[in-house]
Structures are given as C-alpha cells and as structure tokens.
C-alpha cells in the first residue's frame, strides 16, 4: 500500500501567478484533507474531503483558494493570484472513515501525510 | 474552539535514556482524540500514536506510549530508549471526535511543537 504523494515536491513563482497542487491519497481512503504549515509552527487546518464532498473549509481558505475532489480519489488546491504570505508547506493527509471496501474499519479516522509541497513565492 | 499547548520548545535526551514530551489541550467537548506525529527535517508528518477520550488504558505503540491524564487534560508522549533517530519535531494534535450529528469532525488542531534532539 503506497502512501499518500503530492505533486511537486517545491514550487518557486512570482506573485501574482497562479500554482496548483496535487494530492493522491492512500487507495481506499475515503477522506482528505490540506493543511499549511509556515516555519516553525504546527500545521494549520484549510479543507478537507469526504469523498467528493468538501465537509469544512477554515476562515484561512481566502477566496484565492479553491480545493476539488471531483471523483473522490485525487484533489487539486489551486491558489489563484499568490502572495508572498502564501510561501509555506502545503501538506496533505488522508484517511479512512467508516468502512472501506474491504471491510476494515477507519475507527480512529487516522491521518496520514504525505510529504507536502513547498511554495516560494517572490 | 479547541486549542493544543507544548510548552517545551526544545527537549535534549541522552541516547538509551526515556524523555516526556508536554501536551496539555483545551476543549469543552468530552469526545475526542489525541494524536501525536513526528516530523524530521525531511519534513514528512509520521503518525505515532492515538488515544481517544473515553479509552481507559493509556496509549502504547512500542517505544512510544502516551500518559493520558484526563482530568488535568494532557496527555504527554513517552519516548523510552531513545535512539538517535528520534530527533525531528514532534506534534501533539486533538480532533473532536463526534458532533451532534453523529459524524466524526476531520480536522486536526496542533500545538506549536517540540524539538527533541538525542544525543549519542
């Protein structure tokens, strides 16, 4: 079982420019969800996805943000316009609520990481 | 709103020695989970060990165990034999675990972090 990859590892771009990241969680997973995390600090919460339905979006999410999970596997966060406070980690985890296919059980609603995407914005 | 405390900002242990990490957390809810990652410089989040607040036996996963106190609300993360490996930031993070609704809320709150360094 691979674990969650995001895509690309380190973005560099100017302000104002568009980027979009990618996401890929553990197959079978049913959640996802994005967080960032600025130097030092834990990471903050921004949306996260019950197979296509995005359940919760933080104040943090500006309307320069937008997340899709248009068929429930991979999701996209695209941040249209960037500034430079937008520089951080871009992390994603994914997890199992409920019962999968399979049959296991997501009790605890685990999160698992990837390895992020770092954004520099100059 | 929930909020998660490490008041320890860097912790130095020797190598083979134990070490305790601090987390005290916040919440009003009486459902909830507590989750602890570590995050090496590579800077990847590796999940080490749950406890949910109604569990009655403290929380073990090998090396790692968490002393789960309820009623001073922490739940502080053990690290016996440490091994130089160990060094990286770790997290303790609380999600609430079910609304009104019956569904589990899916987003984690994290205190600030603690840089565990182990020395040889």
């Known amino acids: 079982d691979t674990g969650v990859s995001q895509d690309p590892r380190h973005k560099i771009t100017k302000r104002g420019q568009n980027v979009t990241f990618r996401c890929d969680p553990i197959s079978e997973h049913n959640r996802l969800y994005w967080y960032r995390q600025t130097l030092g600090q834990g990471p903050e919460f921004l949306t996260y996805?019950?197979?296509?339905?995005?359940?919760?979006k933080s104040r943090l999410l500006s309307d320069r943000f937008s997340a899709e999970r248009p068929k429930g596997s991979f999701s996209t966060l695209e941040i249209q316009r960037t500034e430079q406070g937008d520089s951080a980690m871009y992390l994603c985890a994914s997890s199992l609520f409920g019962r999968g296919a399979s049959g296991q059980t997501g009790i605890t609603d685990t999160q698992y990481f990837g390895p992020g995407t770092r954004l520099t914005v100059l | 709103a929930q909020k998660i405390t490490q008041t320890q900002p860097g912790m130095f242990v020797q190598e083979k020695e134990a070490v305790t990490l601090d987390c005290t957390y916040d919440?009003?809810?009486?459902?909830?989970?507590l989750f602890w990652y570590k995050q090496p410089s590579s800077g990847e989040m590796i999940f080490l060990i749950y406890?949910?607040?109604?569990?009655?036996q403290n929380a073990t996963e090998g090396r790692y165990s968490l002393n789960f106190q309820k009623a001073r609300k922490s739940a502080n993360l053990v690290i016996s034999a440490s091994q130089l490996g160990d060094s990286a930031m770790y997290f303790c993070?609380?999600?609430?675990?079910?609304?009104?609704?019956?569904?589990?809320?899916?987003?984690?709150?994290f205190g600030q972090g603690t840089i565990l360094t182990v020395h040889p």
């Open positions: 993070a609380m999600r609430l675990r079910i609304n009104a609704g019956g569904t589990s809320y899916g987003k984690l709150t």
């Open positions: 996805f019950q197979n296509e339905a995005q359940l919760e």
């Open positions: 406890q949910g607040s109604y569990d009655e």
């Open positions: 919440t009003s809810d009486q459902s909830y989970g």
